[in-house]
């Protein structure tokens, strides 16, 4: 079994950065990839943010984010990160870590199996 444990969130103001983090616990041989989604307001299809090949550390970026925010990952501590720099109202949402379960599209929902409990991250103008 996999279980995520997404933390890091909290109320920023407009500029200002947050470093969101991921825990990869129990069994995490295989690893395709990470993702991370937000979801903002509750109810709403997940929005893609980011995405890194666990191979080789490659990342897909979603334009409204590109230039601003930088995930990475940590495989031997098995942790992924989110850096967001720049910070904006509009990204304000609940944001997800996500390990994908097949090799489908990085920003895809569907293409992962597991999923974290959500960290709320609030950007204020």
């Known amino acids: 079994q996999v279980q995520l444990v997404d933390s890091g969130g909290g109320l920023v103001q407009a500029g200002d950065s947050l470093r969101l983090s991921c825990a990869v616990l129990g069994r995490t041989i295989n690893t395709l990839a990470m993702g991370w989604f937000r979801q903002a307001p509750p109810g709403k299809e997940r929005e893609f943010v980011a995405a890194i090949r666990w191979s080789d550390g490659s990342t897909d970026y979603a334009d409204s984010v590109k230039g601003r925010f930088t995930m990475s990952r940590d495989n031997v501590k098995n942790m992924v990160y989110l850096q967001m720099n720049s910070l904006k109202p509009e990204d304000t949402a609940i944001y997800y870590c996500?390990?994908?379960?097949?090799?489908?599209?990085?920003?895809?929902?569907?293409?992962?199996?597991?999923w974290g409990q959500g960290t709320q991250v609030t950007v204020s103008s």
């Open positions: 996500a390990r994908a379960s097949s090799f489908g599209l990085r920003s895809q929902p569907s293409t992962y199996g597991y």
